[in-house]
């Protein structure tokens, strides 16, 4: 069911009324009713992965959560029997059984996801090789179907293990109630990627009806429909030519497809966040906001600050670290600092774990070599621009003036824009090679003209398309800049004032039913993320 | 509390009024292919008629309702619409028979050729200009192809929003509605396209017309039991191989009017007798009539429907007489323009 149909919209009307009918008790379970039915919709064999996954991190985040408190209670029983050795002793030992229990939960659920979703990409490669070498037979490739949101709720169910592990989340008894915190229907197309102790008290709470707190969440359900609907899904028309030809369309259609995939992800994937922040608050509840105005970026680390901020978050906290602290990394710091001395020595555990860290974000997109190198060559940019840092920072003291100035902040913005435009293309044209030539084309095949012929109409950008996606595009940054100018929720701040709030609302419903690209005559599309 | 009421009636009222002029900008004008406008033009005419003519292109292209008036006085509509399907005329049958008590239905057997749901252009143009009624309800789920959908149809919005960047200047021209197109259902052709082949239909995998056609044919014919009016069944005269009417169809309309009680008359077969000529009587070489043919033809089945079906002449009746006679002026007048 695509958040995009009219089925949607009728479910959603449906679950809004009874959410608010059913006694407050019984609202999370209202909400798991309607999480498996919405995902049932995707097809009844999808629930096996889900349910599977519930079961298994339920019952691993109960085991390990039994082991700590048994190992807890034993030290407060025994604390004046035991000497401090023997209390460490026995706390290492209970943490290498709760440490076991962790990695069984992790192997099944990042082993849910690498059969279901890896498997085909590592045997066409094991294929590859057995065919350099000359081996004729090849091993059959199986078509698995990702299931939907699989990547998302099975990362958000490990990072619950590992936050049980870590005593920073209770494990929850309640499997329906569990089941929930993995299904909860909005956010499992696409994220956030909430955590436990965030999520939970909040999908298990009693909510009351809140006229201002439900018009605010439909106010941002709208905002997310204009942009998925009138900006990401009509640039997509013209995109798909482009994308259907390259070797009719390069070197400057190239750049447009580059320029409007940043564009139309961003307007695709914002908006589909927007709309699932929206059905939450409606629901009274708060979930993490996803973005905070990425293209304003004026590094690409600043830019991952900002753009999928939980995944970001998840892969820094559940990878990154750990990654960085654990022993062997610890072994390999030694080491790198007595062969390459400090200075260098020091980078290289963190150079590893950004690199390993980047590589498993590529893979988590998808399971293709241009993902992987869209992670690696995010990785390097990154990697880069901090062994650079101390040269800008030369630059910044020998120009405060200049590199404190708004048209300098303007022009290292859009060197990031374009930077990383150029690199999200790999994702787009899902083809290492026909993406590295593109990038070429952009600089040797002179053909700009062709923008400003009638070759723009047959590619899906006609005119009128264009005005509309300009003007729907301009208003999204006007009100990005009003946002970011106030600081604060511009709903907020139209809260007091029910005419002008209620008639943009009105507006903006208008103009997603003239402008939106849905129904036929446009192939409705699913949400750029659902796909990973 | 109450500002809040206020701000909320004025924002739905101003999407509303933003929604609906939008409507009647992107609705399609049909002013190339006026077909399209034929099914709506019906309500101004609604109420009175002896005779209802239901069918497709081969209906509205062949019975003209003004020659019936001028000749015998019968009063009578066409509601016929492009690749009308035998559940559409069935529901705007049931639709007409809400207000109508005709003394015969005339059904064109050519549709009974299609089993299920064809195209959505054609659809619209039957249904859209329905107005609603849980027969439209009825006519838009029997024949909603596999993308279409009833809410669609509802909100014909959702469906021609995508027009706005393809806006000409009749859409701005006939925002409020285009000026009427046909004659009482009949749509003219002037033209003079003679036929030119003897070609004959291609052969087909299977000659059994759809169980589905004679289940509407059915209800059809026990609504107009119901309504106390004649059903007769007819196939309207073509002569080109792309509207081929094969024998073997005409066997089974044939023995199904023999089975249920019904007239069935082909036209094909007495086209000599009507005098139409091939060679001036048709717009398209031979797959519909011109407007010459299509009097040659009306006059033929106005004289049957007056003496074998004994549709009353109403001629006397003064404020009737009245209407019709500006609609057959109206016609004359068209037929002078258009020649």
């Known amino acids: 069911m695509l958040f995009t149909s009219y089925e949607f919209v009728a479910f959603i009307c449906l679950a809004f009324l009874l959410y608010y009918l059913v006694p407050k008790k019984a609202q999370w379970a209202l909400l798991l009713l309607a999480s498996y039915g919405f995902y049932a919709f995707s097809g009844l064999s999808n629930l096996i992965f889900i349910v599977s996954t519930t079961l298994v991190t339920w019952g691993v985040g109960l085991w390990v959560s039994k082991i700590r408190r048994a190992s807890e209670s034993y030290l407060a029983i025994h604390k004046e029997d035991l000497t401090k050795e023997e209390k460490k002793a026995y706390k290492a030992k209970e943490k290498k059984k709760s440490f076991s229990v962790l990695c069984l939960g992790l192997a ?182 996803n973005f905070n105005h990425p293209f304003t970026s004026k590094s690409t680390k600043e830019y991952w600050n900002r753009w999928h901020i939980t995944m970001g978050s998840w892969f820094t906290d559940y990878i990154f670290y750990p990654l960085s602290v654990c022993r062997p990394m610890q072994s390999i710091s030694k080491k790198s600092r ?81 930077l990383m435009g150029f690199i999200r293309s790999l994702d787009c044209y899902r083809d290492v090679p026909t993406t590295f030539s593109m990038w070429l084309s952009v600089f040797t095949v002179g053909n700009y003209g062709e923008l400003f012929s009638g070759k723009m109409a047959e590619v899906g950008f006609d005119a009128a398309n264009v005005i509309i996606i300009v003007l729907a595009t301009a208003t999204v940054c006007l009100v990005n800049a009003l946002l970011v100018k106030k600081g604060c929720d511009l709903r907020q701040s139209l809260a007091d004032k029910p005419f002008l709030s209620y008639s943009l609302f009105a507006l903006v419903i208008v103009a997603i039913i003239i402008f939106g690209a849905y129904g036929a005559g446009y192939d409705a599309s699913d949400f750029i993320y659902g796909q990973f | 509390m109450k500002k809040k009421i206020i701000a909320a009636v004025c924002a739905v009222l101003l999407a ?209 039991e119901k309504k106390g009016a004649e059903l007769i069944l007819i196939k309207a005269p073509t002569n080109h191989w792309k509207f081929w009417w094969y024998d073997e169809w005409d066997k089974q309309i044939s023995d199904y009017a023999d089975e249920s009680g019904l007239d069935y008359i082909n036209f094909i077969p007495l086209c000599e007798e009507i005098g139409i000529d091939w060679s001036q009587d048709t717009y398209d070489e031979g797959m519909h009539l ?36 500006t609609r057959v002026d109206k016609y004359y007048e068209r037929k002078n323009t258009e020649k």
């Open chain 1, 338 to 418: 007595k062969l390459f001395g400090n200075a260098i020595g020091k980078r290289i555990p963190v150079y590893i774990a950004t690199i390993v860290t980047w590589f498993l974000t590529g893979l988590w997109h998808g399971a293709a070599w241009n993902f992987i190198v869209w992670g690696l060559l995010n990785c390097l940019v990154i990697l880069v621009s901090q062994e650079l840092e101390p040269l800008y920072q030369k630059f910044r003291k020998a120009f405060p003036r200049l590199s404190s100035s708004k048209p300098y902040g303007a022009f290292m913005a859009a060197r990031t824009f374009l």
């Open chain 2, 16 to 224: 509303a009024v933003l929604l609906f002029a939008t409507h009647l900008l992107v609705m399609p004008k049909y002013i190339e292919n006026p077909e399209g406008r034929l099914v709506g033009e019906y309500y101004s005419q609604a109420g009175d008629n002896d005779v209802l003519f239901l069918g497709d292109c081969e209906v509205y292209e062949s019975f003209v309702p003004a020659v019936l008036w001028e000749k015998y006085g019968i009063s009578s509509y066409v509601r016929g619409s492009s690749q009308q399907l035998i559940w559409q005329s069935y529901y705007l049958l049931e639709e007409m028979m809400e207000k109508e008590t005709p003394k015969a239905v005339v059904f064109n057997v050519y549709a009974m050729k299609y089993g299920e749901p064809q195209n959505e252009a054609y659809n619209r143009m039957t249904l859209d200009g329905m107005k609603w009624s849980s027969s439209k309800v009825g006519a838009i789920n029997a024949s909603m192809t596999e993308d279409e959908s009833l809410v669609d149809y509802v909100f014909p919005i959702l469906r021609f929003h995508s027009r706005i960047s393809q806006l000409t200047a009749d859409d701005f021209k006939y925002f409020l509605g285009a000026p009427e197109v046909s004659d009482s259902g009949y749509l003219m052709q002037t033209a003079v396209r003679p036929m030119t082949t003897t070609r004959t239909g291609d052969d087909l995998f299977d000659y059994n017309l759809p169980s589905v056609s004679f289940e509407y044919l059915d209800k059809m014919r026990e609504l107009c």
């Open chain 1, 108 to 289: 099944v659920g990042f082993g849910i996801l690498a059969v279901i979703k890896y498997t085909g990409f590592a045997l066409s490669n094991v294929n590859s090789i057995l065919g350099t070498f000359g081996v004729e037979q090849k091993l059959s490739i199986p078509d698995f179907i990702l299931p939907l949101g699989i990547s998302f709720y099975i990362f958000q169910s490990m990072g619950y293990l590992i936050d049980v592990y870590r005593g920073r989340a209770e494990a929850e008894k309640n499997i329906a109630k569990f089941a929930l915190f993995v299904s909860f229907f909005p956010q499992l197309i696409q994220g956030p990627i909430s955590r436990h102790s965030d999520l939970a008290p909040q999908l298990y709470g009693e909510h009351s009806f809140n006229g201002s707190a439900f018009f605010s969440g439909l106010q941002r359900m709208a905002w997310g429909y204009f942009k998925k609907l009138v900006i990401a899904d009509r640039i997509l028309v013209g995109m798909k030519t482009i994308l259907g030809d390259t070797a009719e369309y390069r070197g400057a259609w190239a750049l447009l497809l580059i320029l409007a995939y940043s564009v139309e992800i961003y307007a695709d994937f914002t908006g589909g966040i927007d709309i699932t922040i929206g059905i939450a608050e409606c629901f009274g509840i708060k979930l993490k906001e």
């Open chain 2, 290 to 325: 011109n407007v010459s043919g299509a009097e040659k033809l009306t006059d033929y089945f106005g004289k049957m429907l007056s003496e074998k079906y004994a549709v009353p002449d109403r001629r006397g009746e003064s404020e009737l007489s009245s209407a019709w006679q």
